[in-house]
């Protein structure tokens, strides 16, 4: 189950256009694709000369639908349950397995020490996280393919 935050910057997004591409436990991976503006294919059209009875313009409309396409990675904030160690998600009033109450805990911060950059955008994540916040590499991959 989603949290609430999440579940609202999903319904934002789909409202703007956006579809969902892909989603784990812990993230969801919005896409926007477009296949270029009327004036772009206005253009396409006039330089092919009709005769290629638009095959330019489907051409024009793949080419931007790859190229255009803007992704975005949603996350699930989510910590352990302090009595039994199951996900839960950071705003959740009480643990879904045990049943602890979780209003009253107390969120323990990660020091500076366990974090380091995505090797792909640069962004600071967790030391030991599975994927990157901001981009959405896999960081077990990136790291692999980086060294």
Known sequence: MRST?????IDDLVAQGWKIEDEDRDRVVMV???FGSVGS???VAILTVWWTMGIGNVLWGAYNYVSNSRRQVLWEET???PACGA?????AAYCRSC???????????VGDGDKMPCPECDAVVTEGSRYCRSCGTKLADAMGTSS
């Open 87 to 91: 996900d839960v998600s950071v705003d």
């Open 5 to 9: 935050r999440l579940q609202r910057q």
């Open 41 to 43: 294919h206005i253009l």
């Open 32 to 34: 926007d694709r477009e």
């Open 79 to 81: 910590t352990g349950c």
């Open 99 to 109: 049943g602890e109450d979780l209003e009253t805990r107390v969120d323990r911060e």
